[in-house]
């Protein structure tokens, strides 16, 4: 396993569309584990593989010590609004208000091809829509409310 040189805000990388997995190898594993070093490396709660330059629908989040890593995640439910500050590693610094939903139902396959549903709220729900986002090429920036000096 590795850390990953993290793509900036100025990476056009950021702002194209990941593909999906067609095929979970020892490659797509391998990469999943070096974005969780990164993602553990930079202080971080999820990490979307187009932050490290690759355009995969791949992404990892670890809230409160329940590690995801998944692969061709989707948002099947969103129930609710909150708005909090969030930031991202992409975006070294930077903080501000959006609105996300309070919770979600997020289907994906996992690291063995199984396919799975992960339910969360608060602070998980928002770094999943955080990260699938990012999937899509779109960055926290694109849905800021108001920019905040806090994280």
Same mark, same amino acid.
């Given at each position: 396993?590795?850390?990953?040189?993290?793509?900036?805000?100025?990476?056009?990388?950021?702002?194209?569309?990941?593909?999906?997995?067609?095929?979970?190898?020892?490659?797509?594993?391998?990469?999943? !584990?070096?974005?969780?070093?990164?993602?553990?490396?930079?202080?971080?709660? $999820?990490?979307?593989?187009?932050?490290?330059?690759?355009?995969?629908?791949?992404v990892?989040?670890?809230? $409160?010590?329940?590690?995801?890593?998944?692969?061709?995640?989707?948002?099947? *439910?969103a129930? $609710? *609004? !909150?708005?909090?500050? *969030?930031?991202?590693?992409?975006?070294? $610094?930077?903080?501000?208000?959006?609105?996300?939903? *309070?919770?979600?139902?997020?289907?994906?396959?996992?690291?063995?091809?199984?396919?799975?549903?992960?339910?969360?709220?608060?602070?998980?729900?928002?770094?999943?829509?955080?990260?699938?986002?990012?999937?899509?090429?779109?960055?926290?920036?694109?849905?800021?409310?108001?920019?905040?000096?806090e994280?």
């Amino acid at each position: 396993m590795a850390v990953r040189i993290l793509r900036k805000f100025q990476d056009d990388v950021l702002r194209n569309k990941a593909k999906p997995v067609k095929k979970i190898d020892k490659h797509i594993t391998k990469l999943l !584990d070096d974005m969780v070093d990164t993602m553990y490396e930079h202080k971080g709660v $999820g990490l979307a593989a187009p932050q490290v330059g690759i355009l995969k629908r791949l992404v990892v989040v670890d809230v $409160g010590g329940c590690l995801l890593k998944l692969i061709n995640p989707r948002i099947v *439910e969103a129930r $609710g *609004e !909150d708005v909090d500050v *969030e930031g991202c590693l992409s975006f070294p $610094g930077v903080f501000g208000e959006v609105k996300r939903p *309070e919770k979600v139902v997020v289907e994906a396959l996992d690291p063995k091809g199984k396919r799975i549903k992960v339910g969360g709220e608060g602070l998980l729900a928002r770094a999943l829509c955080h990260e699938i986002d990012h999937l899509d090429g779109i960055v926290f920036i694109d849905k800021v409310i108001r920019f905040t000096d806090e994280d």
